[in-house]
């Protein structure tokens, strides 16, 4: 039994929707790594990719912007 | 709410004097009025608590011609309108009442009418021209329904202890319903911690007649496959949910006949409800609440700041852990379960509270964590998908850091002990992944019990295996869903709605009513992308979105608090009562057999040494474990459940035997 069934790749204006969702509510615990690690559970979860070691980073999810930059390059 | 019992017997009809026995025994359940009837092959009771048409709707109630009678425990929200539908069909009510809406219904639409009925229940009815005797339970096990086969016939009642009333009834604790508790915190329908003794599932009807028993679902939870569910748009689902839990408090607050109150937990559920159901009144509504003379487990804080935005006229009950130990016994006596937590006893306080400010009816922020997705376990399995990607990797193990902000001894400040028990069991291909954790380090308590017990434990063949009872489909559900089916088909009737709900509510005769497990909230939660419910790791995300403009932001905002309690740490301070000792004395616990009593010692010994304080989770499990199965042991199995009291007046006596007449 998969624990994720594949996802189809979302259009981008549903990208845009599914992140403004996230950040609508998003709680950041203050510790930047941390919440990095929070972002990339949920793009991971939301968007159906998985995200490098690397990726998994402040430099990549810290802000709306940098993650929609993130999935423009997993979602292509 | 009432209580309902009841016999069915192929042979002489049943005795009234344990009808009326059965019918003491739930007079806490049901302290407004009694009744029963007595026909051929059947025996119903009822204790009633009158809630709505207190003047009429006493029971057991029949259709117009009394071919149909049914005693019933609950409430159909939804009466008024099926009520109406069945008047334009030809009835002829006699009261306005919701159990007569149940006697029309079935009538018509025989067990069709389930599908229409949106409320929490428990009825049986006895169709007096089959000869058959129906039992029903609402879809997700608010009100209970146990039963018993004895010889040929059927006993069954609201609780046990009823059942126990008939001596042809065996009480014994069953390993297996032992085993499932040191697994899943609970046993799951139909086992019980009684052997012989089941319970009808939630979502589930049950026949008796010539044909013998059988039962099946008239409802199961089920959930869209991952990606295809309807609604994706985050804003129209917090307008389209918004709805529905309006109209399910508005329902639950306004189909009464006598006052209903609220609970405040400090939390956003019974926020969200109680700021619904104060626009439904131009009175002063009534708030209650739990504090705890420990602030590591106190609200109050988020409590008062709640009442105070909603002008409510506020009451509340502090606890210490020297009332809970005081309590406890009673506790385990309405409960009929081994608890691993003490946090049922506190909230026998306060319905306790509840009943004395005049109350017996409270709306409750119940259902939202296990509906809406705001559990800690829903948390812990997202972190546990993102690792299972990458096991090897370190960035991906800190997720667990992130988990239980809340506790004292949060996994962020003890990493290494986060990664080594979050990272146990890491299978991607694992339907349980959620729970795995949970059940494994449950299960190390039977590591207490005697060589005897383990033995038949395992020759019981519990636990049930609850993956196998997961639909086929379910493998295409997003993996919170199957988190969800787990939650619900476990700890929600098992403990939450049972230990914690029910039985503490019912202790001190006060309905609860629960606006987050009504038929459409459910319908529509389950139908929602999981993302919509678990945002990341930002709990009852839609929830929040809906009703923000509701709550004040530092209660939208706040990490969720799990409702606890003091355990170890109220029965192993010095002070604590007798009948600590006395039921882990070694006579006790070779009477019940259950537990090594030199593991025992040592456990209680080590919980003395910090007065119950300094210990883990685990152990705090094992000391509530003893205390209450070895409580269960003394009340249940040495003696009868007790509670034999008179039932309560007036008194309806229904007699269709024949007997006595010319």
């Not at chain 2, 939202?368 to 546990?384: I, P, Q, S, T």
């Not at chain 2, 009504?518 to 929602?528: G, H, I, K, P, S």
Request: proline residues 8%; hydrophobic residues 40%.
């Amino acid at each position: 039994m998969p624990s994720r069934p594949p996802d189809a790749p979302p259009a981008p204006h549903r990208v845009d929707a599914v992140l403004d969702e996230f950040y609508a509510l998003r709680t950041p615990s203050g510790d930047p790594v941390l919440d990095a690690i929070a972002t990339a559970i949920f793009v991971e979860d939301a968007f159906g990719v998985t995200l490098s070691d690397a990726e998994i980073d402040p430099a990549h999810l810290a802000g709306r912007d940098a993650v929609r930059h993130l999935l423009t390059r997993h979602l292509a | 709410m009432c209580g309902i019992c009841g016999v069915a017997t192929p042979g002489p009809p049943p005795d009234a004097a344990l009808l009326l026995r059965m019918v003491g025994r739930l007079r806490h359940r049901g302290p407004d009025g009694s009744g029963y009837l007595r026909d051929q092959g059947v025996g119903l009771g009822h204790a009633r608590l009158a809630i709505i048409d207190t003047t009429g709707g006493a029971q057991p109630l029949s259709n117009e011609d009394g071919s149909l009678w049914i005693v019933f425990n609950g409430e159909i929200f939804t009466c008024v309108g099926l009520g109406n539908e069945l008047r334009s069909r030809g009835h002829a009510f006699r009261t306005a009442s919701d159990t007569e809406v149940i006697v029309h219904g079935w009538g018509d639409w025989g067990e069709q009418a389930l599908d229409r009925f949106n409320g929490q229940w428990a009825f049986a009815l006895w169709d007096r021209t089959r000869r058959q005797l129906v039992l029903s339970r609402d879809r997700l096990g608010v009100r209970p329904l146990y039963y018993a086969h004895t010889g040929g016939g059927l006993v069954f009642a609201s609780e046990v202890k009823a059942l126990f009333a008939d001596p042809s009834v065996p009480r014994a604790l069953d390993p297996a319903g032992l085993d499932e508790t040191l697994t899943y915190w609970s046993t799951v329908a139909p086992r019980t911690p009684f052997a012989g003794v089941r319970q009808l599932e939630p979502g589930y009807v049950a026949y008796l007649d010539a044909d013998g028993f059988r039962s099946h679902p008239y409802w199961s939870m089920d959930f869209p496959p991952r990606g295809e569910e309807p609604g994706q748009d985050a804003r129209a689902n917090a307008v389209a949910l918004r709805e529905r839990i309006v109209e399910a408090s508005r329902l639950r607050f306004t189909r009464s006949d006598v006052p209903v109150g609220a609970y405040l937990s400090g939390g956003i559920d019974s926020s969200v409800t109680a700021a619904v159901v104060a626009g439904y009144t131009e009175a002063p509504l009534d708030t209650f609440s739990l504090r705890f003379a420990d602030d590591e487990f106190d609200e109050g804080d988020y409590q008062q700041l709640m009442a105070r935005r909603l002008g409510t006229r506020h009451h509340d009950v502090v606890v210490g852990p020297q009332d809970i130990a005081e309590v406890f016994p009673d506790v385990v006596r309405h409960a009929e379960a081994p608890l691993l937590r003490a946090a049922p006893a506190p909230l026998f306080l306060l319905s306790r509270l509840v009943r004395a400010s005049g109350y017996k009816v409270v709306v409750t922020g119940e259902g939202a964590d296990e509906v809406l997705g705001g559990y800690d376990l829903y948390r812990e399995a997202r972190v546990r998908e993102f690792w299972t990607r990458d096991p090897s990797s370190d960035v991906r193990g800190r997720a667990a850091e992130l988990l239980y902000p809340w506790m004292a001894r949060a996994p962020g400040q003890a990493p290494a002990f986060a990664r080594g028990f979050f990272g146990l069991h890491l299978a991607a291909d694992d339907p349980a992944l959620s729970h795995r954790p949970r059940w494994t380090s449950t299960a190390a308590l039977k590591g207490l019990l005697t060589a005897d017990m383990r033995a038949r434990c395992a020759e019981s063949g519990a636990p049930l295996d609850l993956l196998a009872r997961l639909p086929a489909h379910s493998a295409g559900w997003d993996p919170l869903a199957r988190a969800q089916w787990l939650e619900m088909t476990t700890l929600l009737p098992g403990y939450i709605l049972s230990s914690q709900g029910d039985r503490m509510l019912m202790a001190n005769s006060i309905e609860g009513r629960f606006p987050f497990l009504d038929r459409d909230v459910v319908a529509y939660a389950d139908a929602l992308p999981a993302r919509h419910k678990l945002s990341g790791l930002e709990e009852k995300y839609l929830l929040k979105r809906a009703f923000a403009d509701l709550l004040p932001p530092e209660i939208v905002r706040r990490p969720k608090q799990p409702y606890r309690a003091p355990d170890a740490a109220s029965f192993c301070a010095p002070g604590a009562p007798d009948w600590v000792g006395d039921v882990t004395g070694a006579d006790a616990l070779a009477a019940a057999g259950v537990f090594e009593p030199r593991l025992v010692q040592g456990l209680l010994t080590k919980a003395r040494r910090s007065g119950g304080s300094g210990l883990g989770n685990t152990d705090n499990m094992r000391v509530l474990a003893v205390l209450s199965t070895q409580l269960l042991h003394h009340q249940f199995v040495v003696g009868d459940g007790g509670g034999d009291a008179a039932p309560a007046t007036p008194l309806t006596a229904i007699d269709l035997t024949g007997e006595g007449q010319p």
